[in-house]
C-alpha cells in the first residue's frame, strides 16, 4: 500500500534556530495532511496542501508541496518552546480517503 | 459540540480477555477511523467508517472488530486481547477529504 516517509525521525534545537521535517513518496500524493500532536496528547490538524507547488504559511510555520507532488516538508522559522511535539504529515490518497499517517518527527526544543 | 470523546481513557487487560473500546462524535462526520500508535511507527489504520452500517478493514486490522449501527457511535472491539495490542489507540472523524478531528485516546496495557 502507499507509503509516506518521514525524516528525521528526531529533531533537537535550540529555541530560536530553525527547523524542518520532511515527507518522500514514491507515488503520487492526491493530498498532504500535517498535523501536530503535544507529548500525552492526541494528533491536531494543521494545514492541507492539495495543489502541485503550493507553499501555506502559519505565523512561523511554512507548508510546501513538491513540483511533483511526491514530498512535502514543514520549516518552523525560530522554535519556541510551544513547538514541542510531534509532527505527522498523512495522505490521503487510499480508497475510500482513509489516511497513510508518516512515522512521525519528535521535535525537542531546548530553552 | 464534545467533538470526538473516547472511554476509558486507560486499561488494564489480561491476555485473553475481551474489551470494547468507546468512541463517539457529536459533528455528524460521515467517516470515522480507528487508529493505534506505537513508538517510532507512527499511527496506523486499523478499521474505518464511510458511513452507518458501511465498515472495511485498515493496515493492521487482525484482533479487532469493529460496527457502526449509528453515525455517532464507533465501538473497537478486542475479542481476546494479546501482548501485542498494548498501544494508545485513537479514534478520529472526518467529513470527506478533510481535517481529521482525533479523540483524546485510550492507553491499553495488555499483560
Not at chain 1, 514514491?26 to 496542501?49: E, M
Not at chain 2, 462524535?25 to 496506523?44: A, C, I, K, V
Not at chain 2, 472526518?94 to 485516546?105: A, D, K, L, N, V
Request: with cysteine; aromatic share 10%.
Amino acid at each position: 500500500g502507499q507509503q509516506v516517509m518521514q525524516i528525521p525521525q528526531y529533531q533537537h534545537v535550540q529555541e530560536g534556530e530553525d527547523f524542518t521535517t520532511y515527507c518522500n513518496s514514491s507515488t503520487t500524493l492526491s493530498n498532504i495532511q500535517w498535523y501536530k500532536q503535544r507529548p500525552g496528547g492526541h494528533p491536531v490538524f494543521l494545514i492541507q496542501l492539495v495543489k502541485s507547488g503550493e507553499v501555506k504559511k502559519q505565523k512561523r510555520l511554512t507548508f510546501q508541496f513538491g513540483e511533483a507532488k511526491k514530498n512535502s516538508s514543514l520549516h518552523i522559522t525560530a522554535t519556541q518552546t510551544t513547538d514541542v511535539g510531534t509532527y505527522f504529515c498523512a495522505d490521503s490518497s487510499g480508497s475510500a480517503r482513509q489516511l497513510t499517517f508518516g512515522s512521525g518527527t519528535q521535535l525537542t526544543v531546548l530553552p | 459540540n464534545a467533538g470526538v470523546t473516547q472511554t476509558p481513557k486507560f486499561q488494564v487487560l489480561k491476555t485473553g480477555q475481551s474489551m470494547t473500546l468507546q468512541c463517539a462524535q457529536d459533528m455528524n462526520h460521515e467517516y470515522m477511523s480507528w487508529y493505534r500508535q506505537d513508538p517510532g511507527m507512527g499511527l496506523r489504520l486499523i478499521h474505518y467508517s464511510v458511513g452507518a452500517g458501511i465498515t472495511d478493514q485498515g493496515e493492521v486490522p487482525n484482533g479487532y472488530n469493529v460496527s457502526r449501527s449509528t453515525t455517532e457511535d464507533f465501538p473497537l472491539r478486542l475479542l481476546s486481547a494479546a501482548p501485542s495490542q498494548t498501544s494508545v489507540y485513537f479514534c478520529a472523524s472526518s467529513r470527506g477529504q478533510e481535517t481529521q478531528y482525533f479523540g483524546p485516546g485510550t492507553r491499553l496495557l495488555v499483560l
